[in-house]
């Protein structure tokens, strides 16, 4: 599959904990986003980065962080972990910076129990 | 503040009827807006964009800066449309995102 990927599928993990998500882009693309989807408020723009710089931010707590590798791919920590972080995390991948030709993701179901 | 409103939550219609989604703006300058689709269980797709004014599996949406919407519209809906649709306006590189609407095609 060339298209973006996303590990884990699902996370289940206890309040106070971290965790670490894993994107790695469409093979070329040199962009990587993530979004948080959860019930409450919907799909959210969290950060961007642009061959490893970090390039555009949105809603992201202090207690995310985010970097983008050498090879490209990208991880986000979430840490101090509270119920309400519970959501889908999606990453999604561009050839260019541009938000508008981004592809995204199957996403990360995070539980936090 | 620039965000995107989809007023409904869920719209339900029967196959074959026509169907719309309605997408209002708040954005003072060009908007470039988008709608996404979310099939079951499959990943967030972009459907369409006003730009290129494009027909994707029977969807158009007009930009109508009047009335500051982007409504998607079919004229016949398939039971295969049933998903979750965003609308979604791109500022400052930030795509922002609707509530989406749960579109069901009955049969």
């Known amino acids: 599959d060339s298209g973006v990927t996303q590990t884990p599928k699902h996370l289940i993990t206890a309040t106070g904990q971290r965790v670490t998500l894993r994107c790695s882009p469409r093979?070329?693309?040199?962009?990587v986003y993530w979004y948080q989807q959860s019930l409450d408020q919907g799909l959210q723009f969290l950060i961007q980065?642009?061959?490893?710089?970090?390039?555009a931010k949105g809603n992201i707590l202090e207690r995310f962080s985010a970097q983008q590798f050498p090879d490209l791919h990208s991880e986000l920590n979430l840490s101090s972990l509270e119920l309400g972080d519970s959501a889908l995390y999606f990453c999604?991948?561009?050839?260019?910076?541009?938000?508008?030709?981004?592809?995204f993701g199957p996403g990360t179901r995070l539980t936090v129990l | 503040a620039q965000r995107v409103t989809q007023p409904e939550k869920l719209l339900s219609v029967f196959k074959g009827a026509p169907v719309e989604l309605k997408c209002n703006y708040s954005?003072?300058?060009?908007?470039?807006l988008f709608w996404y689709v979310q099939y079951s269980r499959q990943r967030l797709q972009l459907l369409l964009r006003?730009?290129s004014r494009e027909s994707i599996k029977g969807f158009t949406a007009d930009l109508n800066k009047g009335e500051t919407s982007f409504h998607l519209k079919k004229p016949f809906a398939q039971e295969e449309d049933s998903a979750m649709y965003y609308c979604a306006l791109l500022y400052n590189n930030d795509m922002r995102f609707g509530a989406g609407t749960r579109l069901t095609v009955k049969p």
């Open positions: 093979s070329g693309d040199l962009s």
């Open positions: 999604a991948s561009s050839r260019t910076p541009r938000a508008s030709e981004q592809f």
């Open positions: 954005y003072s300058g060009s908007p470039e």
């Open positions: 980065y642009y061959n490893g710089e970090e390039r």
């Open positions: 006003h730009i």
